[in-house]
């Protein structure tokens, strides 16, 4: 049964980060088709965002098999 549960919880933490991900790129191209000039600071903004998302996915995803190691 908890190998069952960390297996959702790690599912669910990979389709949050790819949804999160997914906004942030898709709000970057919009805000550089709005303003050109600004790629560089947008681009650069928009990796660290994705990162920080990539980081708390990977965080959940080593939770979940924690538990099912413990």
């Not at 549960?5 to 550089?32: P, W």
């Not at 947008?42 to 995803?61: H, K, P, Q, W």
């Amino acid at each position: 049964m908890g190998a069952g549960l960390a297996a959702i919880g790690a599912g669910l933490a990979a389709v949050g980060a790819g949804i999160g991900i997914g906004q942030i790129g898709g709000s970057a191209l919009e805000a550089i088709a709005r303003q050109p000039s600004a790629l560089n600071d947008i681009r650069t903004n928009m990796l660290i965002a994705a990162a920080l998302v990539e980081g708390v996915a990977l965080f959940g995803v080593v939770l979940a098999l924690l538990v099912v190691l413990a």
